[in-house]
């Protein structure tokens, strides 16, 4: 983050910083990143990782979480759409996956033809938790571990999940 990237943000003027703001609100952080480049462009544009970093710094001055938790699955819901897939699913599996905001689970049905289908994210926020000097299970695990047996029983497959209580750091 530089010095001068919120005095960046407020060379587009209320107008455009109520654009920027609104985009942030309403569909997040790459709809942000869009609006800042868009609105700088006529001033020799922004490179796409300055524009993220005012667009976070913003998100922080709005008190908006730039990746909030995901809603709870719905597990007859993700059926239905494995149901509706081409391929019938061989297993369910739960696999972790990172980005720049921490760790989240993937449930996956792994299909009969090779494909994948995603089925539903888990982002509960929080970083690597210790008690008593062990890992205990991250609520995404816990989560993911409850809708993927469930899923997996509705479909009449097997559930895998290989790192059941913590992402594997091992990669």
Do not use: K, Q
């Amino acid at each position: 983050m530089r010095d001068d990237d919120t005095a960046l943000l407020r060379l587009l003027g209320e107008d455009g910083l109520a654009r920027v703001d609104a985009a942030i609100r309403e569909r997040g952080l790459l709809a942000g990143v869009a609006a800042v480049r868009e609105a700088l462009r006529s001033r020799g544009g922004l490179s796409l990782y300055d524009a993220r970093d005012m667009v976070l710094e913003r998100f922080g001055e709005l008190g908006v979480d730039p990746c909030p938790p995901t809603p709870p699955l719905d597990v007859e819901e993700m059926a239905s759409r494995a149901e509706g897939h081409p391929s019938r699913p061989r297993e369910v599996a739960a696999v972790w996956d990172g980005d720049d905001f921490g760790w989240y689970l993937v449930l996956e049905a792994h299909c009969e033809d090779g494909t994948t289908l995603d089925l539903g994210w888990i982002r509960r926020g929080g970083d690597l938790r210790v008690l008593n000097g062990r890992v205990p299970p991250w609520p995404e695990a816990v989560e993911a571990r409850e809708a993927g047996t469930a899923l997996a029983a509705r479909l009449g497959v097997p559930f895998r999940f290989d790192h059941p209580d913590t992402p594997d750091f091992s990669d």
